[in-house]
């Protein structure tokens, strides 16, 4: 059974910054892409950055810019600055894997407020 534990967010003014990170930690799988996700108040979970076993980044165009998503092993960050309040949210880590099975993976999530 893969686990995931995130650590970081907080509180922090706007233009501040902030770091998340989410490690991975079992065996017997294999992981094909890890990322990001957030969920605002009243709002569905949307994709905020991605990266996939290949190197292969993606990120919401809201973020560009100021996001950095980077990962090592089976650790994955976030590095948040120029933070608006807009990103104000709920932040989920996310882990797919492609072996034993296909199957996507949820922290329990870690909040991020901007305060403007």
């Known amino acids: 059974q893969l686990q995931l534990v995130e650590s970081g967010g907080g509180s922090v003014q706007a233009g501040g910054s902030l770091r998340l990170s989410c490690a991975a930690s079992g065996s017997g799988f294999r992981i094909n892409a890890m990322g990001w996700y957030r969920q605002a108040p009243g709002k569905m979970r949307g994709s905020v950055a991605t990266i996939t076993s290949g190197g292969t980044i993606t990120y919401a165009d809201s973020v560009k810019g100021r996001f950095t998503i980077s990962r090592a092993k089976n650790t994955v960050d976030l590095q948040m600055d120029s933070l608006k309040p807009d990103d104000t949210a709920v932040y989920y880590c996310?882990?797919?894997?492609?072996?034993?099975?296909?199957?996507?993976?949820w922290g329990q999530g870690t909040q991020v407020t901007v305060s403007s």
């Open positions: 996310n882990v797919n894997t492609d072996y034993p099975n296909v199957r996507n993976y």
